[in-house]
């Protein structure tokens, strides 16, 4: 972890902070659950127990892995719906296949990103390719759910592939963490995700012993999700470590320091920042759907059993599930 890497001396610096910024610290810290996913995948909710409130426009997210798969153990998820919101996969270690019934898809892997908007409806499938199900290998990834204003629920679907040397890298102001901009904008620089909902997605390596200090609109909530390592969040240094998620409050800045001794496994701290505005919508959530009211689930439910979500292309991916005999 992570697929793109990069010199930091090299790079672009982030503003280092001034006098008369504040700091955010961090309101609460949770652990994620462990759960399964899919056809049998395993996942860490970094939102159980979080209110929707504090994570608005964020509505899920999923850690998959990080796991080593043994031959025949890697798996995914069969053709399923969306409607209401955006679907963000990062890969950063392994391979995912993507596909969905407007016509988007492709591999996922070395760092990259695939962003789908479902809006009004679409069918999508993801799941590991033959040569990852029959080796095993190394699979991380996330899967971030982002929520769309009333306005955009039922906008037409789209697809953006965001290959992994499309991100903005930059590097903290003494070159001690790397930055990977996935989408919105870190510090002037921005990222290559079109999003309908203004946000900000990036990837941080901090390097034992080093801090990360990055400007942060007033405007945005802030979250950071510890992907690996341990370190602190906030003016007030709150401790953290792998799975967990610090949601933080209000100033200028946003500050994460990596502990001088990290794990063998983990030799460096690895979080996840996201931001974005609060829509204030009302949010009614069941499966698959984000919609605004318990009337309009129903009304997608109906959609789905009736085909307006989409067809599954006659040539459409299906799961592998490894050698036969």
């Given at each position: 972890m992570?697929?793109?890497?990069?010199?930091?001396?090299t790079?672009?610096?982030i503003?280092a902070?001034?006098?008369?910024?504040?700091?955010?610290?961090?309101?609460s810290?949770?652990?994620?659950?462990?759960?399964?996913?899919?056809?049998?995948f395993?996942?860490?909710r970094?939102?159980?127990?979080?209110s929707f409130?504090?994570?608005?426009?964020?509505?899920?997210m999923?850690q998959?892995?990080?796991?080593?798969?043994?031959?025949?153990?890697?798996?995914?998820t069969?053709?399923h719906p969306?409607?209401?919101?955006e679907?963000?996969?990062?890969?950063?270690d392994?391979?995912?296949?993507?596909?969905?019934?407007?016509?988007?898809g492709?591999?996922?892997t070395?760092?990259?990103t695939?962003?789908?908007?479902?809006g009004?409806?679409?069918l999508?499938i993801?799941t590991?390719p033959a040569?990852l199900?029959?080796?095993?290998?190394?699979f991380?990834?996330?899967?971030?759910?982002?929520n769309?204003?009333a306005?955009?629920?039922?906008i037409?679907?789209?697809?953006?592939n965001?290959?992994?040397?499309q991100?903005?890298?930059?590097a903290?102001?003494?070159?001690?963490?790397?930055?990977?901009v996935i989408a919105?904008e870190?510090d002037g620089?921005?990222g290559?995700?079109s999003t309908?909902?203004?946000?900000t997605?990036?990837?941080a390596?901090i390097?034992?012993?080093?801090k990360l200090?990055?400007?942060?609109?007033?405007?945005f909530?802030?979250?950071?999700?510890?992907?690996?390592?341990?370190g602190?969040?906030?003016?007030?240094?709150?401790?953290?470590?792998?799975?967990?998620?610090?949601?933080?409050?209000?100033?200028?800045?946003l500050t994460?320091?990596?502990?001088?001794h990290?794990?063998?496994?983990?030799?460096?701290?690895?979080?996840l920042?996201?931001?974005?505005?609060p829509?204030?919508?009302p949010?009614?959530?069941?499966?698959?759907?984000?919609?605004n009211?318990?009337?309009?689930?129903m009304?997608?439910?109906?959609?789905?059993?009736?085909g307006?979500?989409?067809?599954?292309?006659a040539?459409?991916?299906?799961?592998?599930?490894?050698?036969?005999?």
């Amino acid at each position: 972890m992570p697929a793109v890497t990069a010199d930091t001396l090299t790079l672009p610096r982030i503003t280092a902070a001034r006098p008369e910024e504040s700091e955010r610290t961090a309101v609460s810290v949770t652990s994620a659950p462990s759960s399964f996913e899919g056809d049998g995948f395993p996942v860490r909710r970094a939102f159980a127990g979080v209110s929707f409130e504090q994570l608005d426009p964020f509505v899920h997210m999923d850690q998959m892995g990080e796991v080593e798969y043994a031959p025949g153990e890697a798996r995914g998820t069969d053709w399923h719906p969306h409607r209401g919101f955006e679907t963000v996969t990062y890969i950063m270690d392994g391979k995912f296949q993507h596909q969905d019934s407007h016509g988007g898809g492709g591999m996922i892997t070395d760092g990259a990103t695939q962003w789908m908007t479902a809006g009004q409806g679409v069918l999508h499938i993801e799941t590991p390719p033959a040569e990852l199900v029959d080796a095993g290998g190394l699979f991380h990834g996330i899967q971030l759910w982002v929520n769309l204003p009333a306005r955009d629920k039922m906008i037409a679907p789209r697809y953006q592939n965001l290959e992994g040397g499309q991100v903005a890298l930059l590097a903290s102001s003494d070159a001690g963490a790397l930055v990977r901009v996935i989408a919105g904008e870190v510090d002037g620089h921005r990222g290559p995700g079109s999003t309908f909902t203004p946000i900000t997605m990036a990837h941080a390596t901090i390097q034992p012993g080093e801090k990360l200090s990055l400007p942060w609109r007033k405007d945005f909530n802030s979250l950071v999700y510890v992907l690996g390592g341990q370190g602190t969040v906030g003016g007030d240094a709150r401790p953290v470590r792998t799975g967990q998620l610090a949601v933080m409050g209000t100033g200028d800045r946003l500050t994460i320091a990596a502990d001088e001794h990290q794990s063998g496994k983990e030799p460096a701290l690895e979080v996840l920042l996201l931001g974005g505005r609060p829509i204030g919508d009302p949010v009614v959530q069941y499966g698959p759907f984000v919609m605004n009211t318990r009337q309009e689930i129903m009304q997608a439910f109906e959609d789905f059993q009736h085909g307006r979500l989409g067809q599954v292309p006659a040539d459409g991916l299906r799961p592998y599930h490894g050698k036969r005999g």
